[in-house]
């Protein structure tokens, strides 16, 4: 499918540069460089196209991020296991996937991504007279008396040597010193010097390695001489470096225990849950603050999940039951709300009107008054409770009905046999999936989305629905391999098996034997596998990881994830914000950076040297899909103002208006890895005159289609190629064919090096060149002359603000001249404006222009 796009993207970008016509250039209003930001830097666009003038530039552009949507993957070494991620709000000018730092559990340690590898600690300056202690209270925000137990634990993830290759030096040397050797004390400070060197970052290792030497040495020697002992007293100095500034790396999890059980963020701090409590870090100043059941007012020590409720409020569960954090303490739910009290394993929130917790594996939900687990059903006319049963629990409903009765029966004491209009039932929400849960999830539409290890379904507060998984009936008494044998085309013996299995399990069946007629469920796709994560993205969409897939909701139809580049049975976690996606895999975290549909405005008077009343405007759309590339739509016009008609004896016959105009539609699409590809078709009306001139027959109207096509292609990180050939098709002629002309064919290739690209600063250097594709029959000298060739600049500082510059250099047609260009960004929102200053009018006729334009992503 790659091949065949990309093979015909070639052949609609070069058929028509062989039968380029000979004669003049039509239509040149084509030419005119839509878009402020383009011709503020010497109209050198086609190797960046990244906006909805991409239509005009390079259709190429469309295909490629931001104007589609692209995955990339954060893979770190290849020893790194990723458990889990949550994000962090950065203070990065970004409105993409990058404002936001990734914080993972990485090898069980806590690490964050820092654009090219996880890195598990903070690097942080010892300055002159600090010493580790005071460092670490600042980090940790503990007491001293907490922080004891910390510091050596810090030196030692600072230090190549450990204290105890002092230690065994010191009591290796001690014991064989002469009781009369006038240097002894000296030789134990010494050692007391090192392990304060050692403290403060200061150890000098080959220093070290030579007192190891001379004490090796002594050891050697039955009588060591005074010399050779001399030699470790007043050596010390040796192992010690000067005094100064040092960088201390400061693990994030230094002060965390090892059994870290859960994640949990609320865009600000970093949540984590362990078997001794809950901590919290805030990573800008990467500063903890720790919380347990001795000094808060935590049910249980051992964290089990955390959810966010809300702007601040975390929801925290414990093996004992399930507590609110305030940010800055803990606070429990009233006893008459009846809170879930059992070990609570995962917690799904809308509001703190509408949470869901799994807690041994039955199913609660909170209203902001009351948790229950258990839905109310309210009877109406003509209502049975039988088929009430059926249809809230769906699939199962009809195949578990006797053990769903009998739990409804406990649950609401001297429940007859039928119920009457207006009274309310109990319906157990256990009933309504199968197997422990493992993730939930809400969307949009408040429908409970829950994933166990047996499958996902949802609840949309009027019943269960379930997928991955057939209702079958036998039709004679069958026995479960039978059955099962039924759904394994190829009847491979292990794969029945397996079925039979599943079908038993599920089922809950006894017997091997089934009788006619009896309900089962069949497991039928890889929604019926175990659920890993749920991400509900919106209304519509829902994605879903099971060990047999990764998988999307899409308004009703599921579909198999392949982009992503991970297997279901990788996924640990997902996040969504904004469409941006974040998905954990156990080597990597692939993060979708969704594209945003754009709008391009432009106004801009023209050739204000000759006529106030001609402008030109410009429109175009950038539409995104997820499934088929992108499309763009753009609408060019010229006015040319008023003309005066006169006679054939040069009466004046009143006014006409003329104008010229274009449509265009294009498409852009990922060929291969950093290869793009667009084509674009475009219709042309040029209306220059209602009537023909004297004799002649017809109007000064022309028609005219064009396709363009180009390719951009991402070398590297820092260096784009680009290429494009446009305004390919037929002559356009007025009166007759005859005296047709050619439209403005043109190739251009290009080039958009980043010199510098931080979230900060950016600053591109673009390089074009360009020439028409008529009057070919030149010698080589004067066809290579007639390229033009475009140069710009371009500085962001931040998404706020841009500088532009460029030049342009027409050596045949006389024109050379520089643009200066700027825009002002807020959110979705950038407006462009371009200058070129006047000059010399016969190097610059567009002196004085000025250009506006808006462009707005949605």
Known sequence: MKLYKLVTVFILVFSGAASAQVGRTGVPFLLIAPGARAAGMGEAFISISDDATAVHWNPAGLGRYPLTGAWLNLRGGENDTIESIVLVKNNLPEINYRQFDV??????????????????????????????????????????????????????ANNVLAPESIDSLKSAIMPVLPADYTYREEIEYGFDKLKKAYLELRLNVDGFKQIRGDVNAVLSQPSPSTEMLDKIAFGFDRAIAA???????????????DSITSLGTDEEYVYVGTTEGLFRLEPERLRWSTFSSKTDSLPSDRITSIMKVGRKTMYVGTDRGIVIFTGNGFKAFPQNSNPPTGFISTIAAENDRNVWVASNDDLYHYDGFHWSNMHDEEFTIGETLH??????YGELGAVSFDAIMAGIAEANSALADSVSPGQSVKMPYRFGYKGGITALGIDPRKRLWIGTTAGINYFDGERFHLFGYKLYEPPQTMTVEEIAAQFIPDRKPEKIERLAVIIREYNGLESDQVEAGKKLLVYANALGAEVNAINPISAKKTLVATDGALVEYNGGKWNRLHSAGLKGSDVGSMYSHDGELWLSGRDRVSVYSAAKRQITFMHSNYLVQLANDIYYEFFSFAYPTAEWGTFGMAVTFLSLGNQVRTGEIGEDLGLFYTYEMAVTLSYGTKLMNNLYGGVSLRYINSHLS????????????????????????????????????????????????????????????????KIINSPFNKVSFIGEATKLLVDLDDDIQTEIEEIIPHLGLEYWYSNYVSLRAGYVYDKVGVQRYFTLGASLQYSSYRFDFAYIPPSDESFNRLGNTIRFSMNVGF
């Open 243 to 257: 005094k100064g500034d040092r960088s201390v790396m400061i693990p994030f999890d230094l002060i965390l225990p």
């Open 690 to 753: 209602d009537a023909g001139a004297g004799r002649e027959k017809g109007s000064g109207v022309g028609y005219s289609v064009a396709l363009d096509g180009g390719v951009i292609y991402d070398m590297t990180k820092r260096l784009t190629l680009a290429a494009t050939i446009t305004n390919m098709g037929p002559d356009i002629s007025y009166i007759d064919a005859d005296q047709a002309d050619p439209l403005p064919r043109k190739m251009a290739v290009g080039y958009n090096y």
């Open 387 to 392: 088929n009430s049963v059926q249809k809230f």
């Open 103 to 156: 914080w993972s559990i990485v090898n069980g340690k806590i690490a964050t991504w820092d654009s090219r590898k996880w890195i598990t600690a903070s690097k942080q300056e010892l300055k002159l007279g600090s010493s580790l202690e005071s460092l670490l209270l600042r980090y940790t925000g503990l007491s001293e008396r907490e922080a004891e137990p910390y510091i050596d634990r810090l030196a030692r």
